[in-house]
């Protein structure tokens, strides 16, 4: 199983939207089971049941884990692909954010377009690397700060983009020479819990 994935087709992702089906992933996120053991968890019948597995195993949500036989019945065991799914921007083609719209690095509605951005392409990524059998290489760097004032968090992100200008500038390849462009997003925001008017 894997710890995460994208959905990227608008089909797939109404289909993991949907309530029951959304219950019936999450419960199958805790190992493999059957449209009878399911039933039983959430209180529908086994063939209702049936009917939303095979709809997510359609979309690729889910997947055959095995079969187990019990009698003259073969119950056909199903497990989660993912243990957690993120929909990309991809699933609402028309729709999805453009950070060129509106450059405004102190904006959180430009933050969330480039936050966007990055789950459509490391989803694309993942999925791109899956079909050619290789591991994709990222980097991500996640920590927290705190600030003592409005100023010193400005100040601290002035500096950050500062040194990460002199890092590209001084690790980046010229123009027109050979290599391959990565995508580098750096992004700041306060953390959440009970939001303070001060944030």
């Not at 993120?86 to 969330?112: K, M």
């Not at 980097?139 to 600030?147: P, S």
Request: net charge positive; with cysteine.
């Amino acid at each position: 199983m894997l710890d995460v994935t994208a959905i990227e087709d608008p089909a797939a992702a109404a289909a993991s939207l949907d309530p029951t089906r959304a219950r019936l992933l999450a419960e199958l996120t805790a190992g493999p089971a059957s449209a009878a053991m399911l039933a039983g968890r959430v209180g529908l019948p086994r063939q209702k049941v049936n009917y939303h597995l095979r709809a997510l195993e359609r979309h690729g949500l889910v997947e055959l884990a095995g079969e187990r036989h019990r009698g003259n019945v073969t119950e056909r065991l199903m497990r989660a692909r993912a243990a957690s799914y993120v929909i990309s921007p991809l699933a609402l083609a028309a729709l999805q954010p453009d950070p060129e719209r509106a450059r405004d690095p102190w904006s959180a509605r430009w933050l969330l377009a480039v936050a966007a951005c990055l789950v459509r392409d490391v989803g694309t990524l993942l999925a791109l690397a899956a079909r050619a059998r290789r591991r994709p290489v990222t980097f991500a760097l996640d920590g927290e700060v705190r600030f003592a004032s409005a100023a010193d968090r400005t100040a601290f992100a002035e500096e950050l983009a500062a040194a990460v200008g002199t890092l590209i500038h001084a690790h980046g390849a010229p123009e027109g020479r050979r290599g391959r462009d990565h995508r580098l997003v750096v992004a700041l925001h306060p953390s959440i819990g009970p939001y303070r008017e001060s944030a």
